[in-house]
């Protein structure tokens, strides 16, 4: 025996453990804590130094988000009639009326249809590449496994000139599809290699007892392989989804209107009324939620799927 | 049910022959079981007849039909896997529903419903129906595989090694109970298995092979009365056969390098004078260990034997077999 001996660790070991867990997790939340808090700040307490841990909340980032305002002389707005809803209201304090809604949901539905059907698109086709790399002799296997790595070693960027020149032959600037189709094209050897390891690990042994058991090779692969590769599955789509909805770089690039997503928008409202850091904020805040709840629904196999490899045999 | 045949099966690992032109005929409704040590490819010979894998060369048979290019499933075999290969995301139930629930089956429901109790009944897993399959011991695991073979009626069932890890007392009701449905249902079985017990209770024929060779086909009783080879002797009978040098009692036939003897071929109380190093009384067997001109060797005696370590025994050989240089038998 050695003297060493795997035991629970001991009160104060946990206790220690979690202090530091606790402090990182603040150290790595507190800028996230001051963007949600911006939205909620007027544009004065913004940008007051020192920054105010305390102010009075107030919706005007939001609703500087989700609107275009128009400034009226304060002879025109005594005119008007009594405003009719709560952000009528808000506006008005500034002299303005709302001339209409802005563009941010528009923007904002472009990330969400190219961010999940790029995931979508990426798994999918990252699941079969990953099973046929993983179950059949394929000629050339690991150059070919290589090459499809390869594609990550140089930053995106540095073809982002060529793209640009073959989607203006195609067609394809300033569309969904474009974005969708980029984006899985990026995201894919990230996708193949992660479900490859996954599906690695699955024994084959499983679907030859499902072979046996009177079933085709890919009612194998639909009933025994892909539900043991839920897992996988679940966390290489987060890790998809992150990228295609953070991404900026192409999306200044290749997007002006029509399929601009939210990331290279956020920063245009700066210059819609002055230094507006609460709009920013309030729009940064939203754009953090469907990342964060589909990362929630997932996060059984994302946790399951992270130990993976160290949890078998 | 069918009878399966192998033709000239010869299969490659790389440098290793798993299988090397391998005949044999296992007539419709036999229980064959195969015996070898680790690594003689019985194993490999099941995968040959299930489909999982093609042999390099050779014909598979089943039925009379040449099976070659067929899948598994279009071949109808049941297999019950060494490792057991549950389908850890299903309850036990659902493994042992799922070849039913195949779409070459396509059971009814309370078709499915009667089978899987009656197996789940036999195998005496009815209690943990609702377990996952991974939430087992090795033993129900290993029932649960066997009774996801069981609740076919395939044209020949395949059970590589299916009672290892039972504990005796299970064992001994399996063994009556496969014995039971393979006369019952006229069921073509090939089996796998260490234990000789298994193999001289069940096999209607016995097949010995050893580094992908077949070295014998018969039934248990002539494999074990008339062997044709030393490794082929070794394979049945406990205490093992004793393998001592040719002249050790005398003549030996001529190229003979090796003289066998099992139990009862060796005659106490006539002959020379062996001593007694030790006495094993087993229960159901009492083992003497004689040392022999120097020869150490085990035969079996009356479990009231005054015997002890340091006494004499005389011993001869009664109608041994002698084998050559090689292991082949020669008389
Ligand atoms: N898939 C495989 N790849 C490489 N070698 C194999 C494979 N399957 C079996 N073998 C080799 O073939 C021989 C026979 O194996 P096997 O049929 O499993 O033996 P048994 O079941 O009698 O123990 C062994 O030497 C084994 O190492
Ligand atoms: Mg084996």
């Known amino acids: 025996m050695s003297g060493y001996s795997i035991t629970e660790p001991s009160r104060g070991q946990k206790r220690l453990a979690g202090a530091l867990v606790i402090l990182y997790a603040v150290i790595t939340l507190l800028p996230l804590l001051w963007i949600v808090a911006t939205g909620f700040k007027s544009p004065s307490d913004a940008i007051s130094y020192p920054p105010k841990l305390v102010f009075e909340p107030t919706m005007e980032g939001y609703v500087n988000l989700f609107t275009t305002r128009t400034r009226v002389t304060p002879e025109t707005l005594a005119e008007l009639p009594p405003p009719d809803t709560w952000y009528d209201a808000i506006v008005r304090k500034y002299d303005m009326v709302i001339a209409g809604p802005s563009r941010y949901g528009e923007r904002f539905l472009n990330s969400v249809i190219i961010g999940f059907g790029s995931t979508f698109l990426s798994v999918f086709l990252g699941t079969i590449a990953a099973y046929a790399f993983s179950r059949f002799k394929v000629p050339l296997k690991d150059d070919l496994l290589f090459f499809i790595l390869s594609t990550r070693m140089m930053p995106p960027i540095a073809v982002a000139i060529p793209i640009f020149l073959m989607y203006r032959e195609l067609g394809l600037n300033d569309t969904h599809l474009g974005m969708i189709f980029l984006y899985t094209a990026v995201n894919l050897s990230l996708s193949v290699w992660l479900l490859k390891g996954f599906i690695d690990e699955i024994p084959i042994e499983y679907e030859e007892a499902a072979l046996i058991d009177g079933y085709t090779r890919f009612q194998a692969f639909r009933k025994v392989v892909l539900p043991q590769a839920a897992t996988g599955i679940a966390s290489t789509a987060i890790f998809c989804l992150i990228f295609a909805w953070n991404e900026y770089a192409f999306a200044v690039l290749l997007t002006s209107g029509t399929a601009q997503t939210a990331p290279p928008f956020i920063p245009t409202i700066i210059g819609i009324g002055g230094q507006d850091w609460p709009a920013v904020a309030a729009g940064a805040t939203l754009f953090l939620a469907p990342v964060l709840v589909f990362t929630i629904l997932l996060r059984k196999h994302l946790l399951r799927g992270i130990t993976f490899g160290a949890v078998r045999k | ?315 001869r050989p009664r109608q041994p077999f002698y084998f050559d240089a090689a292991g082949a038998r020669v008389a």
């Open chain 2, 1 to 315: 049910m069918a009878e399966v045949s192998l033709s000239g099966i010869t299969r490659r690992f790389g440098d290793t022959l798993a299988l090397d032109d391998v005949s044999l005929t296992v007539p419709d409704g036999a229980f064959v079981v195969l015996l070898g040590p680790t690594g003689a490819g019985k194993t490999t010979a099941l995968r040959m007849v299930s489909g999982l894998d093609r042999p390099d060369a050779g014909e598979v048979h089943i039925g009379g039909r040449p099976v070659g290019g067929l899948t598994p499933a279009q071949r109808d075999v049941a297999m019950v896997f060494q490792q057991y290969s549950l389908y850890p995301h299903l309850t036990v139930r659902e493994n042992l529903e799922f070849p039913l629930k195949s779409p070459l089956l396509r059971t009814p429901r309370a078709e499915i419903d009667r089978k899987v109790a009656e197996v789940a009944g036999m195998l005496q897993i009815a209690h943990k129906l609702d377990n996952r399959a991974t939430n087992l011991s090795g033993g129900e695991m290993q029932r649960v595989s066997i009774g996801r073979a069981l609740v076919r009626r395939p044209s020949v069932y395949l059970m590589d090694e299916p009672l290892s890890s039972l504990d005796a007392k299970l064992r001994a009701d399996l063994r009556v109970e496969l014995k039971k449905i393979q006369a019952d249902f006229g069921a073509t079985l090939i089996y796998v298995t260490h234990d000789q017990v298994e193999a001289m209770t069940m096999a209607t024929h016995v097949g010995v092979l050893d580094q992908g060779r077949l070295l014998q086909f018969g039934a248990p009783r002539e494999v074990y009365e008339n062997p044709v080879s030393i490794q082929a002797a070794a394979r049945l009978g406990q205490p093992r056969i004793n393998l001592l040098p040719a002249d050790l009692f005398g003549d030996a036939p001529p190229r003979a390098a090796t003289i066998g003897l099992r139990p009862e071929q060796i005659e106490q109380g006539a002959g020379a004078d062996s001593t007694v190093v030790r006495v094993e009384r087993l229960g159901d067997q009492t083992r003497l260990h004689l040392i022999y001109r120097d020869h150490a060797l085990v035969t079996v005696t009356d479990p009231h034997t005054p015997l002890g370590p340091g006494d004499l025994v005389p011993i």
